[in-house]
């Protein structure tokens, strides 16, 4: 029979309040317009429900109560002035079988007790990690999906909505580098620099880096964080990150270039290079030539 008290995780004592209490609560976490694409957390909804359609009704709940009581055998006592009991000849049978329970423990050899110990803790074993691999596996799917729907709100031009979904996948897999990676780029399109930074760097913990050039981009996203933010100090450290990873890169060269001139060093030789910058195109190097290198 379904325990409908463990569905709702309250004790079979539990109160009419109590009982509505855990349903609400169990409710709103596993209601499928808070799980999306996952039907897991739908099938525990109805159950929930189902169970609470039981328990939350009075006459139900007494009807249930009563299928779950189990009659207990309770002997009759003796009268105090009946003879005590004396042993007949047809109990021989029984008590030349006294020691049954020794004879049935040493019917099985300590062999195959070991075996069977082995056995079923090898089995225990498998149950735990096909267990540990099927949370998992939906936290993983979980989380994906979660991505995916933030991601289409960022599309459509709906950063609070995405920002929310990333919550949610970060919360079924903490270490999602791609879901560190978009939020970082949602607080920087809102100036939320110092917040995008905390973002940059759990992807550079969690991100396994294939190519010096992905690395460079997280190092260069950082630097423009600090940039915008006129820390040019902490910028030009991490365009020299980014230097190190991707040594001849016109973009990263001219940045470093503008956070020495920024910092105070207008030299002939870092003019020019802005100069150099402003004629292959980089758009920032005409204004910064203008300013700090135009006497």
């Known amino acids: 029979m379904v325990d409908y008290y ?11 309040n109590e009982i509505k209490a855990s349903y609400k609560r169990l409710a709103m976490k596993f209601h499928p317009d808070h799980n999306q694409n996952n039907p897991f957390a739908e099938d525990y909804f109805k159950r929930v429900t189902e169970a609470y359609r039981v328990l939350g009704d009075m006459n139900r709940k007494y009807v249930y109560d009563a299928s779950l009581a189990v009659p207990t055998y309770v002997p009759t006592p003796r009268p105090a002035n009946s003879e005590p009991y004396q042993a007949s000849v047809y109990d021989a049978p029984y008590q030349q079988y006294n020691g049954y329970e020794d004879e049935r423990k040493s019917a099985v050899s300590p062999q195959m007790r070991k075996k069977i110990w082995i056995g079923t803790g090898i089995f225990g074993i498998l149950m735990i990690v ?6 998992s596996y939906l936290n993983e799917r979980s989380a994906k999906i979660y991505l995916d729907q933030a991601k289409q709100l960022y599309k459509d031009n709906e950063p609070r909505q995405a920002l929310v979904r990333i919550t949610n996948a970060i919360g079924h897999k903490i270490n999602y580098h791609e879901a560190y990676m978009l939020r970082a780029k949602i607080r920087q399109d809102a100036l939320n620099y110092y ?9 550079l913990q969690y991100r396994p880096f294939k190519e010096p050039t992905e690395k460079a981009e997280i190092f260069f996203l950082r630097g423009m964080c600090y940039y915008k933010s006129y820390d040019f100090k902490n910028a030009l450290k991490e365009f020299e990150l980014t230097l190190a990873q991707v040594p001849k890169n016109q973009t990263y060269q001219f940045f470093k270039t503008a956070c020495l001139i920024k910092e105070g060093n207008q030299s002939p030789e870092l003019c020019a290079d802005a100069m150099r910058a402003h004629h292959q195109g980089i758009k920032e190097a005409e204004e910064l030539v203008r300013i700090y290198c135009t006497r």
């Open 130 to 135: 096909c267990g540990l691999w099927v949370y």
């Open 195 to 203: 917040s995008a930074l905390e973002d940059y760097e759990l992807v």
């Open 6 to 16: 463990q569905i709702l995780e309250v004790p079979r004592t539990a109160s009419a």
